[in-house]
């Protein structure tokens, strides 16, 4: 996950850039242009690469951590994939319908052009929005299975617990019945030291192995709960950034006005995308959680 976050930050800085030179380049065309596409790539990439974060914490959780790395490169695969594919489509559309310069004045950045709306929308936003549906099904299916491992645990727990202050079963039945836990003088109805040291034993047993199951369980369960901590913080920074601009596209679609606070505030969340995601990981490290 720690590469998949580096990634993610370094595609948040790039995408930075283009909003740091903002529109001041528009008349620089080829300039303009290579910049638009940059950022469409980087837009895509972040979003995929949130994605796929969340994906391997769900792995992790419900099939575990090795599993989840079995499928690192599909994650890549995806990742960059998907970028480069929407950036194809970009340059090949408008190549086709000719309706003027591909990338342009997109308000705050050299992006597609206002010649093009419908790929302003087509080629963001349907896969923000899928991933936001998606990332709502990963994360409660996340923190039930969560919930119901603790829940286990703390049953293991207290069994554990009952069953070390409780005496052993045949200890108990030779109480009742008069047996002796102890070397028989001759035979009878008694039970003979061997027997007494290996019903022992196997109690000392029994209690160790429940012990260090329980405490794997419990280790595997904290580091378990550490990785959805951090995916969960980055698909909440993910969700800020991204919900003021699909209030603005929606208005924008539906014909509405778009508040001048609503502008602030989608400028405001694009701007702090990259510092998010790289809040998270600095977080992480200081808390050592």
Request: hydrophobic fraction near 50%; proline fraction near 3%; charged fraction near 15%.
């Amino acid at each position: 996950m720690n590469r998949m976050q580096a990634y993610l930050s370094f595609a948040d800085m790039v995408s930075n850039i283009g909003w740091m030179l903002g529109t001041s380049i528009v008349s620089n065309v080829p300039f303009c242009t290579f910049v638009g596409l940059i950022f469409e790539f980087n837009a895509v990439l972040s979003t995929c690469y949130i994605f796929c974060i969340s994906v391997l914490g769900y792995i992790t959780v419900t099939r575990g951590s090795k599993s989840a790395e079995a499928l690192k490169w599909w994650y890549f695969g995806y990742a960059l994939g998907v970028p480069v594919v929407f950036t194809i489509v970009l340059v090949v559309t408008t190549s086709i319908l000719q309706r003027g310069n591909m990338i342009g004045d997109a308000t705050f950045e050299c992006w597609i052009s206002d010649a093009y709306p419908e790929l302003k929308v087509a080629l963001l936003y349907p896969l923000v929005w899928l991933h936001m549906v998606a990332l709502s099904i990963i994360y409660s299916r996340i923190y039930f299975l969560i919930l119901v491992t603790t829940s286990e645990l703390e049953e293991i727990s207290e069994i554990s617990g009952r069953s070390s202050s409780e005496s052993h079963p045949l200890k108990t039945m030779a109480n009742k019945t008069g047996l002796l836990l102890s070397p028989a003088k001759g035979a009878g109805n008694t039970i003979s030291r061997n027997e007494t040291v290996n019903t022992k034993g196997d109690l000392s047993i029994s209690r160790v192995g429940d012990q260090l199951r329980s405490g794997v369980r419990k280790k595997m369960l904290k580091s378990t709960n550490r990785l959805v901590m951090k995916a969960t913080l980055i698909a909440i920074s993910f969700v800020v950034s991204w919900t003021p601009a699909t209030i603005t596209r929606i208005l924008q679609l539906l014909g509405a006005p778009v508040p001048f606070w609503l502008w602030v505030s989608t400028a405001i969340c694009f701007s702090l995308m990259g510092l998010l995601n790289s809040s998270v990981f600095l977080v992480m490290f200081f808390l050592k959680l």
